[in-house]
């Protein structure tokens, strides 16, 4: 396994010093990128400006649609009353995870429904 490890990163190593003649920039330019070379020890070269396109022409406007009268408010049903609060009778999530986890829904014989409290 080392031995391929090796070899791969060798191969990786030929394939990088091979490729240094296929870089756009001497190694300098590349500054911390390249090993054994301060970083920017120059600077890069400004990409050339190229001259400014001509502007296109402007579509013609295109007419605004026409307005659609409003549509009417739905009728608001009537509140409900609110419901009495209720305590809960089953463990919260986590805990009920955990007996689960354990091997735990039921208990007794055959137990009750799942994380009921008793």
């Known amino acids: 396994m080392n031995s391929m490890i090796s070899l791969t990163c060798l191969v990786a190593l030929m394939c990088t010093v091979s490729a240094a003649p296929l870089y756009p920039y001497p190694a300098p330019y590349y500054g911390a990128y390249a090993p054994f070379v301060p970083p920017y ?8 400006v190229l001259p400014a396109l001509p502007a296109a022409p402007l ?6 649609a026409p307005i659609a009268p409003a549509i009417p408010a739905a009728p608001v049903a ?21 007996l689960s ?5 039921y208990y007794g014989a055959y137990g009750a429904y799942p994380y009921l409290k008793k």
Not at 78 to 98: F, G, H, K, M, S
């Open 41 to 48: 020890a120059a600077p890069v070269p400004a990409a050339p």
């Open 78 to 98: 009537p509140a409900l009353p609110a419901a009495a609060a209720v305590a809960a009778n089953y463990y919260a999530y986590a805990r009920a995870a955990a």
């Open 101 to 105: 986890y354990l091997g735990y829904p």
């Open 59 to 64: 579509a013609p406007a295109v007419p605004a």
